[in-house]
């Protein structure tokens, strides 16, 4: 009697990769420029927070 054979699912890939959205900027050159690229999303967040 042929038993079934199991393939278990590949392991996913751990690899440590940089992720810009939760790495800090390196200077506070890097980090104004985060904050005035970003104007218009707090601008529309404060809009959609004053209407209700």
Same mark, same amino acid.
């Given at each position: 009697?042929?038993?079934? %054979? ?7 890939? *751990? %690899?440590? *990769? ?8 390196? %200077? ?15 601008? *529309?967040?404060?809009?959609?927070? *004053?209407?209700?």
């Amino acid at each position: 009697m042929d038993l079934p %054979t199991y393939e278990p699912p590949a392991e996913p890939d *751990r %690899t440590p *990769r940089y992720r810009p959205a939760v790495e800090p900027p390196t %200077t506070v050159a890097d980090c104004r420029a985060d904050y005035d690229a970003a104007k218009a999303i707090r601008d *529309r967040i404060d809009k959609q927070q *004053r209407n209700p």
